[in-house]
């Protein structure tokens, strides 16, 4: 269902605990990183936490409940959305219907995973029961495979080319330049993109994203406890989380954005070309260049004529993944889920990553997209959600 937002509740206090790439610590010890210094951004103690919407991968055995004991809170309301890269809108959406309904009035909302050496194939096996019965055995394990199909199939229905992954790529390496903690900064050329070595055919090297630990975190509140608290945010215009959409196609080409966009914007009350900034989720860049056509940001569907006719860099047409995204951060895990969230909210609110990453001028709407949980030929998790800067 897509959801009208409303004034009353509003999002704030983005947090972001530096990546790194290998770590020997557990998820406890990041979610409890990321808590502390959300309570420390937002000037409240845990103890006034009410709420809290978490999302791993590499929590277990633990669950959300473990993690609550182990960082000594006491709430009255809780979530554990498991849905991969759409999980920080899904924490977010649900955070604000509680919000909104009185269930809770302080929520944080959390994505953490840890990465240590050697662990990530490990993940890959255990991934799903699917990935285990008809895809692992078959040596076809991991997500490149699975994108490269999905890729294939989204190039020869679009006309898009390598160039043009490879113009969102080095746009969004160009971003990171400005982003103190992202993984990699060092800028590339499309030439440089179009020479490095193919992964699973069309994908190639610099279209994967690196595996990575780190947390990403944010308030969910009342406007009126926000506006106590001094802090600037950003109400939620409107919503959605889809799941298993186009089931019947034989490969995905489209996802839940392609069938809720048009109610997501009517609900907002505004239109793709009245947007600020754009944050899609971008494990790799077929995904991001199919989040943008279906959500109708590319006039008549036409996403291969959008790409060529902007440049999606911050100081450029169409600032889009600011902070380089995950394919330059790093990808944490489900925490990837949170950081186009956060990202959107430090550019509504005028205060880049660090204060030092680059800001898009004037930046008042943002619309963020998310993406999760693959098998083999198709992702089943859809989100997005339309956000308004709202000053203290």
């Keep these: 269902m897509v959801l009208a937002g409303g004034s009353d509740v509003v999002v704030c206090a983005p947090t972001t605990v530096p ?8 998820t406890p010890y990041w979610f409890g990183r990321a808590i502390r210094a959300l309570c420390d951004t937002a000037g409240i103690e ?13 929590m277990a055995p633990d669950t959300a409940i473990g993690i609550v004991e182990h960082l000594g809170l006491s709430l009255r309301w809780m979530d554990q959305p498991t849905v991969g890269g759409a999980s920080g809108l899904v924490a977010l959406r649900r955070a604000v219907a509680a919000v909104a309904l009185g269930e809770a009035e302080t929520v944080v909302c959390a994505g953490a ?6 662990a990530f194939e490990g993940l890959i096996e255990n991934f799903s029961q699917f990935s285990r019965d008809a895809v692992v055995p078959y040596g076809a394990g991991g997500p490149n495979g699975s994108f490269a199909l999905i890729t294939q199939a989204f190039m020869r229905e679009t006309g898009l080319e390598a160039a043009d992954f490879g113009k969102l790529c080095a746009a969004q390496r160009e971003n990171a330049a400005a982003n103190p903690i992202a993984l990699m900064r060092k800028p590339y050329t499309i030439e440089e993109y179009l020479a490095s070595r193919l992964i699973a055919d069309p994908i190639r090297l610099l279209d994967c994203v690196m595996p990575c630990a780190g947390a990403e975190a944010f308030l969910v509140t009342t406007a009126d406890r926000a506006r106590a608290l001094g802090l600037d945010g950003a109400a939620v215009l ?41 944050h899609s989720y971008d494990d790799y860049p077929a995904i991001t260049a199919m989040q943008l056509r279906d959500l109708g940001f590319a006039a008549e569907g036409d996403i291969a004529g959008f790409i060529r006719s902007h440049t999606f860099t911050v100081a450029g047409s169409f600032p889009h993944n600011t902070s380089g995204g995950q394919l330059s951060t790093g990808q944490a895990g489900f925490a990837g889920g949170f950081l186009g969230v956060n990202e959107t909210l430090r550019q509504l609110i005028g205060r880049p990553l660090g204060g030092s990453g680059a800001q898009v001028p004037g930046a008042r709407t943002g619309l963020v997209s998310g993406f999760g949980m693959i098998n083999y030929d198709r992702g089943l998790v859809s989100a997005a959600a339309v956000l308004e800067g709202r000053a203290a």
């Design 19 to 26: 990546y790194e790439r290998f770590s020997p610590h557990g």
């Design 46 to 58: 845990p103890a006034g936490i009410d709420g809290l919407a978490i999302a791993s991968m590499t």
């Design 113 to 118: 995973d840890t990465n240590r050496p050697g």
């Design 238 to 278: 409107s919503s959605f989380e889809s799941y298993n959409d186009y089931p019947d196609d034989p490969v995905q080409t489209r996802g839940g954005w392609a069938a809720r966009a048009g109610e997501l914007w009517d609900r907002a009350g505004l239109g793709p070309a009245e947007v600020d900034v754009v």
